[in-house]
């Protein structure tokens, strides 16, 4: 206690140890300790100290030791040093939940009364009932999310997986040939093309032709080789043979022409005289006769 007429300086001594049937003042203080400031006291005065914290870095048991001690201040800075200091001394055991209210309690000495409060909260970013899940907002390549008041991780906009680091790629995109880095991108992987990268890439060269898988080349009707680019139709999609010929496929984009009577060359565009070859004999006389072409006519009314 404080003696003569001016006033003596005090500070006070809070020590955290595991929960003991019979608790023991002695260090150590195995969940931590702290001091406080050192504050003034006198014989009719009541010495006030501000919130000593005492942190832990492990998971709040719940039920604990307390040891609250109240040491007079003689030099510039506390000392425990010298136990011929201490003034008053509390040891007890407690149980205290995280984020409960504060708990008060008493202590009446011979010559001195103790009042003192404490309660039990985390550590920022830390939450839950032993203080043991850990949350802090980011938005990073690591992830990009919130946290709620109970410690859960919410993703922003555009983010998705446990630990929001999965981007939503544009609506639409194909799930199986398209991927995104960030949100509302559609890249495609390779042998994929289009918007929303659902369409194959064709074999390379490919003319005429489709694909259903990348690389491909399904050649459309009409149309053959490697590349399809041999027109395997050529008399229907070029109509080579002239002067009423008759045009016959013969594959891989050849044909041949049956020309009329009167024309020749390779499309029957070369007309011809007959009777040049004098193919009459005995006299006889040589007339070309012309075949007209066949033709259709419509009448609409």
């Given at each position: 206690?404080?003696?003569?007429?001016?006033?003596?300086?005090?500070?006070?001594?809070?020590?955290?140890?595991?929960?003991?049937?019979?608790?023991?003042?002695?260090?150590?203080?195995?969940?931590?300790?702290?001091?406080?400031?050192?504050?003034?006291?006198?014989?009719?005065?009541?010495?006030?100290?501000?919130?000593?914290?005492?942190?832990?870095?492990?998971?709040?048991?719940?039920?604990?030791?307390?040891?609250?001690?109240?040491?007079?201040?003689?030099?510039?800075?506390?000392?425990?040093?010298?136990?011929?200091?201490?003034?008053?001394?509390?040891?007890?055991?407690?149980?205290?939940?995280?984020?409960?209210?504060?708990?008060?309690?008493?202590?009446?000495?011979?010559?001195?009364?103790?009042?003192?409060?404490?309660?039990?909260?985390?550590?920022?970013?830390?939450?839950?009932?032993?203080?043991?899940?850990?949350?802090?907002?980011?938005?990073?390549?690591?992830?990009?999310?919130?946290?709620?008041?109970l410690g859960s991780r919410i993703c922003l906009a555009g983010w998705r997986g446990e630990y929001c680091s999965e981007p939503i790629c544009l609506p639409g995109c194909s799930n199986s040939h398209g991927f995104c880095e960030k949100?509302?991108e559609c890249k495609c992987r390779i042998g994929w093309q289009g918007h929303f990268c659902d369409a194959c890439v064709r074999y390379p060269g490919c003319l005429h032709g489709t694909c259903g898988q990348p690389w491909q080349c399904?050649?459309?009707?009409?149309?053959?080789?490697?590349?399809?680019?041999?027109?395997?139709?050529?008399?229907?999609?070029?109509?080579?043979?002239?002067?009423?010929?008759?045009?016959?496929?013969?594959?891989?984009?050849?044909?041949?022409?049956?020309?009329?009577?009167?024309?020749?060359?390779?499309?029957?565009?070369?007309?011809?005289?007959?009777?040049?070859?004098?193919?009459?004999?005995?006299?006889?006389?040589?007339?070309?006769?012309?075949?007209?072409?066949?033709?259709?006519?419509?009448?609409?009314?």
């Open positions: 206690m404080c003696h003569g007429v001016h006033p003596c300086r005090i500070f006070f001594r809070v020590c955290l140890k595991h929960a003991q049937a019979v608790v023991s003042p002695e260090p150590p203080c195995t969940f931590g300790a702290a001091l406080s400031d050192i504050v003034p006291a006198d014989r009719s005065a009541v010495a006030t100290s501000g919130p000593i914290r005492v942190p832990f870095h492990f998971k709040w048991p719940g039920t604990f030791s307390l040891i609250i001690e109240s040491w007079r201040a003689e030099s510039g800075e506390p000392s425990t040093e010298d136990a011929q200091r201490l003034i008053s001394r509390l040891a007890t055991r407690r149980r205290l939940a995280v984020g409960e209210d504060w708990s008060q309690d008493v202590q009446l000495g011979d010559q001195s009364e103790l009042r003192y409060s404490y309660h039990v909260t985390c550590d920022e970013h830390y939450y839950g009932e032993s203080c043991s899940d850990y949350c802090r907002p980011r938005d990073d390549t690591f992830g990009h999310y919130t946290c709620d008041e949100p509302g399904n050649c459309q009707e009409g149309w053959g080789g490697l590349f399809c680019n041999q027109d395997l139709n050529y008399c229907t999609n070029h109509r080579p043979c002239k002067n009423g010929a008759t045009c016959t496929n013969t594959g891989q984009g050849s044909y041949t022409c049956s020309c009329r009577a009167g024309f020749a060359g390779t499309s029957c565009e070369m007309e011809t005289n007959e009777c040049d070859s004098n193919p009459c004999k005995n006299g006889g006389s040589c007339n070309v006769s012309i075949v007209p072409y066949p033709s259709v006519s419509l009448f609409l009314s």
